[in-house]
């Protein structure tokens, strides 16, 4: 039988595309900021934000002695795409 | 045209379900996928078949000059079908679905006792076929719309809510033609191959509302 939604454990797409919508709806932003609002613990969050930086979806910015992240343009499509599946798999009672 | 319609929307679910998986990697959306390819690829035969015959497959079991490619494509298509919504029934849990199409023609006298025979036969086992096949695509249909009210019922979901009415649509559909085959009554068959295009226009329009860009 196929697992509902709520039984799951977050995959890792899903954890990428928290991590860019949280980018993405707060701009210009740092790690601290990022952990809470995905709800990551630190090794996981340096992790995927190694990952995404590695796709090219997020980029690393340095300003004085902050670091924080933006979003890409192909950051932004990849949250689109997922989005839509997201959707479309909602349909026959998945999650992403 | 029903039939050709329907083919296109089973093709376009499964160029999505098939796109979206590449992203998910859910072992539910390949079967998904492999169903409605198996159920769009049937479709457009038979839609091809009709067009190329001038007939229906339900004028294959009641005309007597009925030819072997009516035979032919009539058995095919309801094979493909038992296997396309047993695809999905198995890739989901449990459920299915299938289709037709509908004219009466007057039979027309054969011309010697023994082709009319073997013609008859025909007939006869493509008529077998196709109930033997309608009801298991029932079955697993049956299935599929109660997976459908799970999944619904758990989610909430809008988009979950157009999957199960799409097939609820289908599976009533199914009811209805196998109604008018057993009956002989070209009106129900007809108003149940109507019923299920309406469902394939449910799944349509839920392929359409989750390609929108949600928030």
New interface residues.
């Given amino acids: 039988m196929v697992a509902l939604s709520s039984e799951r454990p977050r995959s890792a797409l899903k954890i990428y595309l928290d991590i860019l919508v949280t980018v993405r709806d707060e701009g210009n932003t740092k790690p601290t900021r990022i952990l809470y609002r995905a709800n990551l613990s630190h090794d996981r969050l340096v992790k995927y934000l190694g990952e995404l930086s590695s796709k090219g979806l997020i980029e690393e910015r340095q300003e004085q002695d902050s670091k924080y992240y933006i979003l890409t343009q192909k950051g932004l499509e990849f949250i689109n795409q997922v989005k839509k599946a997201e959707a479309f798999v909602m349909g026959f009672g998945l999650a992403i | 045209m029903l039939n050709l319609l329907s083919g296109i929307v089973a093709l376009a679910t499964s160029y999505?379900?098939y796109k979206?998986n590449k992203?998910?990697?859910?072992i539910?959306?390949k079967y998904?996928s492999a169903g409605f390819l198996l159920l769009g690829v049937g479709l457009l035969v038979q839609a091809g078949a009709e067009h190329l015959a001038n007939q229906t497959p339900l004028d294959a079991v009641q005309a007597v000059h009925t030819r072997s490619i009516e035979v032919v494509s009539l058995v095919l298509y309801t094979i493909i079908q038992v296997v396309a919504y047993g695809v999905f029934a198995w890739g989901?849990?449990l459920s299915a679905f299938a289709r037709k199409q509908m004219p009466q023609n007057a039979p027309v006298p054969g011309a010697a006792a023994t082709l009319g025979g073997k013609l008859l036969a025909a007939a006869i086992f493509a008529l077998a076929v196709y109930v033997a096949g309608q009801i298991a695509i029932i079955v697993l249909l049956l299935l599929i719309v109660v997976?459908?009210v799970?999944?619904f019922t758990?989610?909430k979901?809008n988009?979950?809510l157009?999957?199960l009415f799409g097939f609820a649509l289908i599976f009533g559909g199914h009811l209805l033609m196998l109604a008018g085959v057993l009956s002989s009554k070209g009106v129900v068959f007809l108003i149940g191959n109507s019923i299920e295009f309406l469902g394939f226009l449910g799944l349509l329009l839920?392929?359409v509302?989750?390609?929108?860009?949600?928030?």
């Fill in positions: 999505y379900a979206n992203l998910v990697g859910s539910l959306l998904i989901y849990g997976q459908g799970r999944v758990h989610s979901s988009l979950a157009m999957v839920f392929l509302w989750s390609g929108r860009v949600v928030k």
